[in-house]
């Protein structure tokens, strides 16, 4: 099946809640108030932010999509729309094909338990049956070169080594729609060069690839369409190339 | 048609069915970590509940001047339910901001997925203690009867469905208004004294019909009557039935309209 996402006219607004409006006492004197005076209950209800405006645009089989703009711009949020964690506020988005979210990787991760658990836990998580996970779990061992380790629980790992192993357990997904959030950097150096292959190998069986990050060179001989965010909006949208320079002069004025 | 197709708390439903084997892991993993590093493991709570239980039952037998046998019985019967009940009651206002907030923020599962997670994980640890009450029914009157076999299944059934709907309903409504979590804990000590867990209806005498106005007295009865061969009563069957048709209807409703902002709750 061709992959296909399609996003019309998206927006998407993430009210914040202040803590006194989290409570009862405050919505019943508020309503006692709201009874004798004029002020409506969203007046001093809830504040909004807008987290993304205005957001057009179709990606078809085979594209490869980077994600730029500066940091709070909406990068992870677009990402999170397009997997479904969100629901836009208004607007129309149809998706075809199979999503694997690698937006979290350390998703389902139990302190307490082992190493061999974990990736079984994350693994059944995302939805695979466990002898699904019995299968590529060789591979999955391997790749973390975590070895005897995989046999304690999580919770005495250091962050390299939890780091390692969430990437060793992410990258055995299916391909599909890769949604991915920049994540590689962690790890020692001879994990952060054989992740990146791992994740050039995996971009390139991925029927759409949308990618957050910040490596302009990776960016560069990655993807052949990019997508500049500022403030929720798409400033620009087109060739990697151009996104790039465009994504620069943010910082140059 | 068109609009069930589009009707979210339908295609939650009908996504957590087809994906029970991931649930049902989950929280059978969940049980597990929960007895990591013990010793005695799940037999722990099964040593507590007779622990309690025993001392309960010498102690009221005595005040209530009952034959303790016979009480014995019921008190096991009518406590160990009433864990299951109680626990999941104090478990569902933190379903969705909880542990399970890091899971809906991180991975596009619905939220019924984590209801229902937890849900089976207190199915399951009543599970390990239905064995208890056979044994000490079976020990006390020698005999137990065979609709057990039909009765308990459909009741426990009843009462994992109205887990799930009030875990979802409950849980909404305390991500969003942080009270709900205070309320429900400082209410369910009490309502073990309410509920005919310790004492039997018929002790009320004349009040024996205000019983019913409690919800909890349906999903004891429900499981308990047949398990330990009291009498059948279809009052209980009818309230069950009629608090399940109820929390249906709520559950569609609220979870339809409110779905979608339950992340930005938690």
Known sequence: MKSKILLENIYLDFPIYESESFSFRNKITSMSKSAFSRMSSEDKGSKVVHGLKDINFTFNHGDKIALLGPNGSGKTTLLKLLSGIYSPTSGKIVREGDISCMIDIGFGFQSDATGYENIIYAGISRGLRKKDIEKIMPEIVDFSGLGEFLDMPLRTYSSGMQARLAFSTAIASAPGILLMDEFFSTGDLEFSKKSKDKVLEMMDASSILIFASHDLELLKTLCNKAICLKHGQISYYGNTEEAIDHYKEFYEK | ?266
């Open chain 2, 1 to 266: 048609m068109n609009f069930l197709k589009k009707n979210i708390a339908l295609i939650d439903v009908v996504f957590s069915i087809k994906n029970y084997y991931s649930w049902l892991y989950l929280s059978y993993f969940d049980l597990k970590l929960k007895y990591r590093r013990t010793f005695l493991g799940p037999w722990w709570v099964v040593i507590g509940m007779a622990i309690s239980a025993t001392a309960m039952c010498f102690l009221w037998s005595t005040i209530f001047n009952l034959d303790w046998k016979e009480y014995l019985t019921y008190l096991y019967s009518g406590f160990i339910i009433w864990m299951w009940i109680s626990q999941l009651v104090v478990d569902a206002p933190e379903v969705f901001y909880g542990e399970a907030q890091k899971y809906i923020k991180a991975y596009p599962n619905p939220p019924l997925f984590y209801v229902l997670r937890k849900c089976s994980l207190n199915l399951l640890l009543f599970l390990h203690h239905v064995p208890l009450i056979l044994v000490v029914a079976y020990a006390v009157n020698k005999k137990i009867e065979l609709n057990v076999l039909y009765s308990l299944p459909i009741g426990m059934f009843v009462v994992f469905v109205n887990s799930i709907l009030f875990t979802a309903i409950v849980g909404m409504f305390s991500a969003r208004y942080r009270d709900i979590e205070p309320l429900v804990k400082s209410l369910m000590p009490p309502m073990l004294l309410l509920t005919p867990v310790l004492w039997k209806p018929e002790m009320l005498g004349s009040y024996i019909n205000y019983i019913y106005l409690n919800p909890f007295t349906y999903f004891v009865g429900i499981i308990r009557n047949d398990l330990i061969g009291l009498d059948f009563d279809i009052n209980i069957w009818i309230g069950a039935l009629a608090i399940t048709i109820f929390q249906l209807i709520i559950f569609f409703i609220l979870y339809s309209k409110k779905r979608n902002r339950i992340i930005f709750w938690i």
